[in-house]
Each structure stands twice: as structure tokens, then as C-alpha cells.
């Protein structure tokens, strides 16, 4: 079943298969919970913001033009919920800095793990907008024009946000990455 | 495009931290268990909606932003509830600061910067009776920000009445603003 392609998945959803959406959740909770848990600094709100994301998507899936980039399309319902999500979590408490999966072997030094939570807490410094164009950039691998459509920014301002953020995080880790 | 420059990380500081946030992240595979209870629990109101977007309201939309457009062009001045949102509403904490530049040439000038998240539609400079001249006034908090004026939406020019910024190697000129 894990084989069916998201278009097919998507009409079997809107044909009342719930399981069929299933099967789009379980294949892009994580890929998309990385974007979700670096753009809000912890595990619990990611899956608040993914759990969102899903149960908005599942209600507008017949707004989705193009099934066969299912992923494209919740992947930009993910990142608004992320960005309006940040600006009520701004208010109410400070980025956290939990850690990602994968945690270093037993070899591993353990300023590994300071270095992690380092830049976990410089993307949190970063402003929202810089720290969302950085991740969807770098760490997702979207080109501008995907990114603008996305966003709905510019691609003149993704490209600068980029920079900024570059610069920034440069900034506040060089002293960490020197030590 | 303005700006024309790759942007690929080359330098090994921010390799690393790339490398590390690419690091696989799992969440509980709960979170779709409990998407689909609530799912379950919006029930009729909650099922996928069919795609329908009347004519008529696109129609609407669209002549309420052209005709919003129309007005602001019009009244030449900057709508301050559009610098209020992306700059910040003055209150104790902000400072006023006007941004000046002299660009006998151009038709549009607007200002891009930290303050703005680099948005180019965001803060446009108004021209001034001295010819040439356009001008904007922002609210801002203390703090340093990069900045640089876009001409005509397509050409960058830096402010030649504040500092240089070190990080103008991205195509674009940038100067350095301190706000105390």
C-alpha cells in the first residue's frame, strides 16, 4: 500500500477512504516534522504544528490542483502553520533547543551535543522569516522559485533572507565552531 | 532578478550546522492517530471540501485590490497602516528614523532590510518636493540592521549617508544601520 502514489492516495481519500490518508500522513510526518521541529525549537509543538497541518489538509484536499505534488502543497500548509505557530510560542515562551534523532554513537565526543544544542539556539535567534528561508533553502533543498511560491515572498527577498540568516548564524556560532 | 549570485554554502561553519539540522528527525506516529480523531470528530464539517471558488468572488477580489491599489497610488503617500505592520507601530521602545535618498532617475524606490524581512513591497520612499529626493520615515527598536535601497524593482544602491556593511558579497550593496 506504501507504494501507491500520492495522487492515487489523494482520490481514494476524497472517494471517503480515510485509510488512504493515512498512508500520506505516516509517508510525510517526519520528512516534513524536521522542517517543523527546527522552525519551532521542540518535538511538542512540531507535532502539534503537523497534527494541524494534516487535519487542514484533509479538510481543503479538494483544493489540492495537483495530487501528484501532494507533498509540495502540505508542505506549504507546514510552513504557515509553523510561522503562525511561532508568533504565538514567541509570546509565550523561549525557543527550546530539543534534540534531533540520530544522536551521536558512543564515540561520538560530547561536544557533539553541545554543538547541536548551539545551533539549536542561534536558528532560535534567528527572526522567523530568516529562519524559515535558511531551512526550506538549505535543509529542504527548495529552489526560490518553489520557495516564492510557497511563502509567497519574493524571490529577491528569500535570497536575502537567506544571506541574512547565513551571516547571522555564522555570527553567533563562530566562536563555538572555533572552540 | 537583482541578484544573480549563487548562494551555495562554502564555507565549512555553516556546512556543519546544514549537516546537522539535516540530521533525521522522528515524531510520534501518534500525531496522525490523533489527526484523524479529530478528524473523525468534525465529522460532515470536516470532510474534504470540494475545490469551488466562485467567479464572482475572484471578480470581487480582484476589484477591491485594484481598486485599493488605485487609491494608494494616488494619494502618493505611504498607507502607515502598511509601515505600522511591517516595520513596527511606534511606541516607547522605537525611534524615528528617516531614510533618505537622492535618485533624480528613478521612477520607484522602496527600502529592504532586517526591519522588513527583505520584503520589497513593504516600505516604498515617496518622492520629496527637493527633485530627485525620496524619503521614508520608519519606526524602529534599538539595534543594528542591514539595509539597502531597490531602484525601479530591479537595482540595488546602498545608502551612501550610513556605513558600509562587511557582508555585501551577495550582488547586492548593503549599508549598516544603528538605531540607539
Redo the contacts between chains.
Keep these: 500500500m506504501m507504494s501507491d502514489s500520492d495522487a492515487a492516495l489523494v482520490a481514494r ?2 472517494d471517503g477512504e ?1 485509510e488512504a ?2 498512508i500520506l ?2 509517508r510525510y ?2 520528512a516534513f ?2 522542517y517543523a ?2 522552525m519551532l525549537g521542540n ?1 511538542e509543538d ?2 502539534e504544528a ?2 494541524d497541518s ?2 487542514r489538509a ?6 489540492c ?1 495537483q495530487p501528484d505534488r501532494f507533498g509540495a502543497w502540505l508542505l506549504r500548509i507546514v510552513v504557515n502553520r509553523c510561522l503562525t505557530m511561532r508568533g504565538r510560542l514567541k509570546r509565550e515562551q523561549q525557543f527550546g533547543a530539543d534534540l ?3 544522536l551521536p554513537a558512543g564515540g561520538e565526543a560530547p561536544d557533539s551535543f553541545e ?2 544544542d548551539e ?1 539549536a539556539r ?2 532560535g535567534r534567528l ?1 522567523p ?2 529562519r524559515e528561508a535558511f ?1 526550506l ?3 529542504e533543498g527548495l529552489e526560490y522559485a518553489e520557495m516564492s511560491r510557497m511563502t509567497g ?12 540568516a ?2 547571522q ?2 555570527e553567533l ?2 566562536d563555538v ?1 572555533a572552540g | 532578478m537583482p541578484v544573480e549570485r549563487d548562494d551555495g554554502i562554502r564555507d565549512e561553519l555553516l556546512q556543519r550546522v546544514v549537516t546537522e539540522l539535516r540530521r533525521p528527525v522522528r515524531l510520534d506516529p501518534s500525531v496522525d492517530a490523533r489527526a484523524l480523531r479529530e478528524i473523525r470528530r468534525l465529522g460532515a464539517a470536516g470532510r474534504p471540501r470540494p475545490a469551488q471558488r466562485p467567479l464572482w468572488l475572484a471578480g470581487a477580489a480582484l476589484a477591491a485590490s485594484l481598486l485599493l491599489a488605485v487609491l494608494l497610488r494616488s494619494s502618493g503617500d505611504i498607507p502607515v497602516s502598511r509601515v505600522a505592520s511591517t516595520i513596527v507601530a511606534p511606541d516607547a521602545s522605537t525611534r524615528p528614523v528617516r531614510l533618505r535618498l537622492a535618485s533624480p532617475a528613478s521612477s520607484r524606490v522602496a527600502v529592504v532590510g532586517d526591519f522588513n524581512d527583505w520584503d520589497p513591497g513593504a516600505t516604498p520612499l515617496r518622492p520629496t518636493e527637493e527633485q530627485g529626493v525620496w524619503t521614508v520615515e520608519l519606526q524602529l527598536r534599538p539595534g543594528r540592521y542591514h539595509y539597502t535601497f531597490l531602484i525601479d524593482g530591479r537595482r540595488w544602491e546602498r545608502d551612501p549617508s550610513e556605513p558600509r556593511a562587511n557582508a555585501s558579497d551577495f550582488g547586492a550593496p548593503m549599508s549598516v544601520l544603528t538605531v540607539s
Design positions: 481519500t476524497l480515510l490518508f493515512s500522513m505516516a510526518r517526519d516534522g524536521r521541529f527546527h518535538r512540531a507535532q503537523m497534527q494534516f487535519v484533509y479538510r481543503a484536499l479538494g483544493d490542483r534531533p534523532d540520530q554543538w547541536r545551533i542561534a536558528l527572526r522569516h530568516y531551512l533553502r538549505y535543509v515572498a519574493k524571490e529577491a527577498a528569500l535570497r536575502m533572507r537567506v544571506k541574512r547565513g551571516d548564524l555564522r556560532l563562530r565552531h
